[in-house]
């Protein structure tokens, strides 16, 4: 099956700029999830969305980050205006159903920010 | 608050050398654990898990896992690894019942594997 699409792959913005990452999940994953990875650490949970509905965002910085998931399916992240210190690896997963124990998280290769 | 632990930035092994990868979190509550195993160039995926039964848990590529609960750890392990496993590997944890997406990840170890 085709994997979690995500674009654009790279992007490098000035600060205070905006920037829009896009996401598709696998064909039938109901939960998607937005990550940010920082150099030299691991995954950050942002935001995870159960089909379009928000489940936890209790980390995404909301003066600046927003998602969005219209349709259950496709998603959207931005930042406006970007920070020096968002330039990270933006990472999408999905998963069929976001609880229970049998549900693997599938992860996108990431959408790499440089902000200047 | 929940945090993982990985006691190694960077691990360099010559082939067919056993490797062993530490993992320690803190949470009190009952826990499902993770690695996760990043190729060069490549995404995040899952090498194994754990969320009940067994504590010796088996994944792909020969690895495996034993959760010791009484030490809060997560090991990884591998007999002998070859080159093809050389990639930087995360230990994770998310509260059993919770909501699956909030994993909290180590900050990851390096293995390189020499030929």
């Known amino acids: 099956e085709a994997g979690v699409a995500q674009s654009p792959r790279y992007k490098i913005i000035e600060k205070r700029q905006s920037v829009a990452f896009w996401c598709n999940p696998i064909s039938g994953h109901a939960t998607l999830y937005w990550y940010q990875q920082i150099l030299g650490q691991g995954p950050k949970l942002l935001i995870q969305?159960?089909?379009?509905?928000?489940?936890?965002d209790s980390q995404l910085p909301k003066d600046r980050f927003s998602a969005e998931r219209l349709k259950g399916v496709d998603s959207t992240l931005k930042i406006q205006p970007a920070k020096l210190e968002d330039s990270a690896v933006y990472l999408c997963?999905?998963?069929?159903?976001?609880?229970?124990?049998?549900?693997?998280?599938?992860f996108g290769e990431g959408s790499w920010l440089t902000v200047v | 608050a929940q945090s993982v632990s990985q006691h190694n930035h960077h691990v360099i092994l010559s082939e067919a050398a056993s490797l062993e990868l530490g993992c320690n979190y803190s949470y009190g509550g009952t826990v499902n654990l993770f690695w996760y195993v990043q190729y060069p160039g490549q995404h995040l995926q899952l090498l194994l898990k754990y969320f009940s039964g067994d504590p010796l848990v088996k994944g792909i590529k020969g690895f495996e896992a034993e959760f010791i609960k009484s030490k809060f750890s997560f090991n990884l392990r591998k007999p002998s690894v070859q080159w093809s496993d050389t990639a930087e590997y995360f230990c994770a944890v998310n509260l059993r019942g919770g909501s699956q997406g909030n994993l909290i990840f180590g900050k990851g170890t390096k293995l390189s594997v020499k030929p």
């Open positions: 969305f159960q089909n379009n509905g928000v489940v936890d």
């Open positions: 997963a999905s998963s069929r159903l976001g609880q229970g124990a049998g549900n693997t998280i599938y």
